[in-house]
């Protein structure tokens, strides 16, 4: 047996560790054998005690069913206790204390056993009959998680004071049981009992959580009645309050703040927090300097509310002023992260990232806030590499692991840069960690990046593996069906989400209409609209703008025009783009000027750089140079007239024109802006036969040539036939990878074509990728090498392979039955173009119809075919009649023809000298002469004609 000498508070904590951890029996020897020692008496600061403990007991398990055996264990101790002959003496007080004692110890750890035993303590002593003991009995089961049998312990009090009834409000509140404190509050006064100014605290929490403005007013007016809006306390958790119920302008929540008396930092930090929670920014750096000229003195959190303010106002100069007060108050050691945290989110969202990463490196002791933040800083000014770079580092060096926040940060990354691998990872991490069973966002974020990496199975499946989806998890799914171009399924979930799922959102239009983008989708669309109509989703300009786009792409060019006449009060720039647009995507080239002069027409004028280059679009595809120069002067005269954009589309407009002068002034002025520009100006060189002149342009090229810049040159150098420079070009393209490009592949089988090397041409198109343009080359290679049945023999081959054909694949299949004479496969392909592949024949087509009749000496039924065309027989057309005539020495038709051409072009004087060469070849020349006098007078000159020859290695 060992002895100590004690003081009376070691003896109450000797006999709560060995009571309710080992179980001890104990027993009490008094120093003077003549008198017992007074558990109560002040007078005795140490007494003499023996303690015998119990051998081989084990502390108590967490685990449920020994409660009740360990219980029993403390309750024969406690008997024992009881029976020994001291225990008549005063020592009931000294009882309660030392209960009240252990349970503010078994408050910092709260379990749910430990408030068991010493609620079973407590009623073998009788302590539940003294409030301190009851109340803070009812505090322990709360945090435990046992707010049922708080509530319990609550109704077997007899006599209730305030604080019994604060402690239950507040086990409520801690429990999330608003309701719940609401009614005891509710009895609370029913039983007349006396509240104080934490009740009200309380409650004013409670109806926080709650948003229950009105009840909250009731309290408020409750405290102004009392007299207890002198704790400040009270006021700063009305203010609270109010931000939360979205009324922190109103004038309730700033004459309280006004009419405090004294105020405290927690009182300027509320009215600062819910500035920011209301989203007025700049009321609350309004009142952070106001509190600067005030006796109280910022701390972290002030700085922080502050600092976010700058960040949502954008205010970089002012977040720098505020960043150099911390430091003036010593707030950047490592004790107030939050500062530093919110510093990185300001100058991440300003676009200082250097500064945001000097901050975070001076951060001795991070947090995982801190981590996300840079991340995040990182991700939204595109430093995607850093981004990943910051995750490893804050595994290995950090010492923390991603939370959800983390990893919705780097998913919508995963899901824009299409990286699926990366996602995936993010996904078996989620899955490692738990992550996905209670939380709504990461599994959303992982249906919308499935989704955009176009992997839609496994978003589906992951979309129908949960139980629990929300709204937003329904519009990712509908999304992403809709953008891998699963039309059906998306309307068909939407269906089903109009029936059993929440009610739909703004995002369900976005989400649904972008599913309708082809005629045979347009009622489905229509019935959208009617929905919207119904459910009133029309009342914002970007419903508006998805409803026109959605009729544009199933066709409806005159409903979406008149869904923008309908709604022109409104509409924006975006809206009048949308049918411009639309308008140039369908080929629609003169709606779209008419829907720009209507643009032009409105009291607010204005446009951008996407009206502009959509409409030269337009001009360049109908020739309009006059129009074209109208707009660039109009384009000029505002900013837009240095836009990369616009300028490149500019030198596309006036290469398509035939102005390639104009093109060149273009270029020169900023052929220092990109690739892009670079490649506009080659590509127009090409297509205006200035092949030589792109050549050098390439060869001066200040960027790294990209597939467009290839084909381009590739163009030039088989309009001249050097091949030793498309050779050079063609082992770039291995070089640079570009081999898979279905465009490129087409330019190469062009050129060796056109260079006489058929063979290389065909294996270049055996070992590229079988696209409609590749096929299309090879098609009219056979062609000009003279294989016609080569050529049917490939585009039945084609059409096997389930490539569609299209109006250029007509072109080059006529053009080699032309070469080859095979005159009747020829009509017989041109007359099932429309019914067999429904491509409506052009004149294009239409040409070689009349070439391939000529050639074959059937010159009637070419004259034939090409008044049978009526209006619609393009000047090209009746030239290839003409020069049939001039071939077969058909002067008689071929003056009828040459007549009608003058009608048409009078300035084209290549028909002047096909008829004079007529007339030369009948020896007419008194016809002849006066032809050619015509010619003079009219000033109309012939382009000088010249030969190329490319002397090296071929």
């Known amino acids: 047996m060992q002895t100590w000498v004690v003081s009376q508070l070691q003896l109450k904590h000797h006999i709560t560790r060995w009571t309710f951890q080992n179980l001890v029996l104990l027993q009490f020897r008094p120093r003077s054998s003549s008198s017992f020692y007074s558990f109560s008496s002040q007078n005795h600061k140490n007494m003499k005690f023996s303690i015998v403990p119990r051998k081989n007991v084990p502390f108590f398990p967490r685990h449920p069913s020994l409660l009740s055996c360990y219980c029993r264990r403390f309750c024969i101790a406690i008997h024992l206790f009881d029976k020994m002959p001291q225990r008549d003496f005063h020592v009931r007080d000294v009882h309660f204390e030392l209960v009240v004692d252990c349970i503010k110890l078994s408050l910092k750890k709260p379990n749910i056993v430990t408030a068991t035993v010493v609620h079973c303590a407590a009623l073998k002593i009788g302590a539940l009959a003294y409030l301190p003991t009851s109340t803070s009995l009812l505090t322990l089961y709360s945090k435990a998680g046992g707010f049922t049998s708080s509530r319990v312990l609550f109704e077997d009090i007899h006599i209730k004071d305030a604080i019994v009834w604060n402690a239950v409000i507040s086990a409520s509140l801690e429990n999330n049981c608003y309701r719940t404190a609401v009614e005891f509050f509710q009895k609370m006064i029913k039983d007349q009992t006396r509240f104080d100014s934490t009740t009200l605290l309380l409650m004013v929490s409670t109806l926080s959580h709650m948003k229950n403005f009105v009840q ?7 405290g102004i009645k009392s007299g207890m809006l002198v704790d400040i306390s009270l006021c700063n958790a009305l203010i609270n309050m109010y931000a939360k119920c979205g009324d922190l302008n109103s004038f309730d929540s700033e004459c309280l703040f006004d009419e405090m008396e004294y105020k405290d930092v927690v009182s300027w930090n509320s009215i600062m927090r819910g500035c920011l929670y209301n989203g007025d920014s700049e009321k609350s750096l309004y009142y952070f300097g106001r509190m600067n000229f005030s006796e109280e003195t910022a701390d972290h959190v002030s700085l922080s509310c502050a600092i976010s303010a700058c960040t949502s106002l954008g205010e970089l100069a002012f977040g720098e002023c505020i960043h150099g007060q911390g430091i003036k108050l010593g707030y950047k050691d490592s004790s107030h992260v939050s500062v530093a945290n919110s510093l990185i989110s300001l100058y991440s969202q300003c676009a200082a990232v250097e500064a945001a990463v000097t901050v975070f490196r001076e951060i001795a002791y991070k947090d995982i806030i801190s981590w996300n933040a840079m991340m995040e800083g990182y991700a939204s000014n595109e430093n995607i590499h850093e981004v990943f770079d910051l995750m490893v580092e804050m595994q290995t060096t950090g010492s923390f692991q991603p939370d959800i926040v983390t990893l919705t940060t780097i998913l919508p990354l995963c899901a824009d840069l299409m990286l699926s691998r990366e996602g995936r990872t993010i996904h078996g991490y989620a899955i490692r960690k738990q992550m996905l069973s209670d939380h709504l966002p990461l599994l959303n974020g992982l249906i919308d990046m499935y989704s955009k990496c176009n992997l839609v199975e496994k978003a589906e499946l992951l979309f129908n593996s949960t139980k629990e989806r929300d709204l937003i998890s329904w519009n990712a799914m509908i999304s992403g069906y809709s953008l891998n171009k699963y039309s059906e399924k998306a309307q068909n979930l939407y269906k089903e989400l109009l029936c059993y799922g929440p009610n739909c959102s703004s995002s369900t239009v976005f989400a649904i209409l972008s599913s309708c983008t082809s005629p045979n989708r347009l009622n489905f669309g229509k019935s959208v609209h009617s929905w919207q109509l119904k459910s009133g989703f029309l009342n914002h300009i970007l419903l508006v703008n998805c409803l ?15 869904i923008l006449l309908e709604n022109s009060s409104i509409a924006d720039i975006a809206s009048w783009n949308t049918i411009i647009i639309g308008c140039v995507r369908g080929e629609h080239f003169q709606e779209a000027l008419e829907t720009f002069r209507l643009m032009r027409q409105g009291p607010s004028f204005n446009y951008d750089s996407i009206t502009l280059v959509n409409v030269l679009s337009a001009i360049a595809n109908m020739e309009l140079l006059n129009q074209g120069k109208s707009l660039h002067s109009i384009a000029l005269k505002s900013p837009l007239g240095s836009d990369t954009r ?5 030198i596309t407009m006036y290469d398509r024109c035939r102005d390639i002068n104009s093109a060149r002034k273009v270029f020169k002025l900023h052929s220092s802006s990109n690739l892009c520009t670079w490649n506009c100006m080659i590509s127009a060189l090409s297509h205006n036969k200035e092949s030589r002149e792109a050549l050098d342009l390439f060869r001066r090229l200040q960027f790294k040539p990209n597939e467009f810049t290839v084909v381009s040159v590739l163009s030039a150098c088989t309009q001249i036939g050097v091949l030793r420079h498309g050779k050079q070009v063609h082992g770039y393209m291995f070089r640079n990878g570009y081999q898979q490009n279905s465009f490129i592949s087409a330019a190469l089988v062009d050129l060796y074509s056109n260079c006489g090397r058929l063979d290389n041409a065909l294996k270049v198109f055996r070992h590229s990728q079988k696209s409609e343009s590749a096929w299309n080359s090879m098609i009219a290679a056979y062609g000009n090498h003279g294989n016609g049945e ?6 039945r081959e084609m059409c096997e392979s389930g490539t569609k054909a ?23 392909y041109y007359e099932c173009m ?18 391939m009749l000529g050639r074959s000496g059937r010159i009637d039924e070419a004259y034939e075919f090409t008044k049978g065309l009526q209006s619609n027989a393009s000047s090209g057309v009746w030239g290839m009649l003409l020069s049939v005539c001039n071939y077969h020495g058909e002067i008689k038709l071929g003056k009828k023809v040459a007549e009608k051409l003058f009608e048409m072009e009078p300035q084209n004087v290549g028909y002047y000298i096909s008829l004079s060469n007529m007339y030369v070849a009948a020896g007419s020349w008194k016809d002849a002469t006066e032809l050619r006098q015509s010619v003079h007078d009219q000033g109309l000159r012939k382009c000088t004609a010249y030969s190329l020859i490319d002397v090296g290695l071929g």
């Open 216 to 222: 909250g007013r009731v309290i408020h007016c409750v």
């Open 790 to 795: 080569k050529a049917i023999k490939l585009f």
């Open 834 to 851: 429309l019914e067999k592949y429904s491509i409506k024949p052009e004149a294009e087509h239409q040409v070689y119809v009349v070439d």
């Open 548 to 562: 026109m786009q959605m009729y544009i792409n199933c066709g409806d060019l005159t409903s979406g025009f008149s």
């Open 646 to 650: 616009v300028q490149n589309s500019l």
């Open 806 to 828: 299209t109006k250029s694949t007509f072109v080059s299949l006529l053009s080699a039955c032309t070469h080859s004479g095979l005159v009747n496969q020829g009509l017989q």
